[in-house]
């Protein structure tokens, strides 16, 4: 079975049947809840950017660079990938966009927040920020980025297995529209994300599973906990 192993904030990887593993917005150095350091990660083969902020690219150049991992992300930040940091292996979607990688199909969604990439001075790379559908070994994983509920969800009903919802509030959605998204989705299985690292974003995840009932599974993990799929 696939797994998916929490890291704090919205970091997560995932790693295939076939020992795949794609990387998405590895916020580690900075963030308290990590488990892990970046030197701990040995291998990525894609590491995936759902948007250009500090807690969501954070050590993301660094990894790349020294696992060769493939870059996936919108067209503006790949080119601030390939053009600024020097990262050559690097494919560009945007919003709406998937494309067939060897690993199986990924494709771009929208979510609605800020898109200003840390690090570029010039503000010619600024993007809109996305979340992700991952098809893999079978099943499809949604991580949903850093987003305000979207009616647009609506369009994912049926398709999703293993939802990855932020539930922190102040800068993203919050338990309650969470938990509405989670109607609107129709997920398998839902865990909760880009909470308890800073106050503003303090939350309780057994409250949000509460909200959310019988309508999805919840699982909760503790930064370094895996969940298979």
């Not at 870059?71 to 050559?88: H, K, L, M, R």
Request: hydrophobic share 40%.
């Amino acid at each position: 079975m696939s797994q998916a192993t929490f890291h704090g904030h919205s970091c997560f990887t995932l790693t295939t049947d076939d020992g795949t593993v794609l990387l998405i917005d590895p916020f580690l150095t900075g963030n308290p809840l990590a488990d892990v350091e970046p030197d701990d990660i040995k291998k990525v083969d894609y590491l995936l950017l759902t948007h250009g902020h500090g807690d969501h690219i954070g050590d993301g150049w660094e990894i790349a660079k020294r696992t060769g991992a493939m870059v996936v992300s919108t067209f503006e930040i790949v080119s601030f990938a390939q053009q600024v940091q020097g990262i050559e292996n690097a494919h560009p979607l945007h919003i709406g966009g998937g494309f067939n990688f060897p690993v199986g199909y990924i494709k771009m969604t929208p979510a609605l927040h800020g898109g200003a990439v840390e690090g570029d001075e010039s503000g010619q790379y600024t993007t809109v920020p996305g979340g992700f559908l991952i098809n893999v070994d079978g099943k499809t994983v949604y991580h949903a980025g850093d987003t305000a509920l979207l009616k647009d969800m609506e369009l994912l009903k049926g398709q999703v297995d293993l939802a990855l919802l932020p539930i922190g509030d102040n800068f993203t959605m919050g338990p309650d529209d969470a938990a509405r998204a989670v109607e609107m989705i129709e997920p398998d299985t839902v865990i909760p994300m880009h909470y308890n690292t800073f106050d503003p974003i303090k939350q309780d995840p057994k409250a949000f599973a509460d909200r959310v009932g019988k309508k999805a599974k919840v699982v909760v993990l503790e930064p370094g906990q895996t969940h298979e799929f």
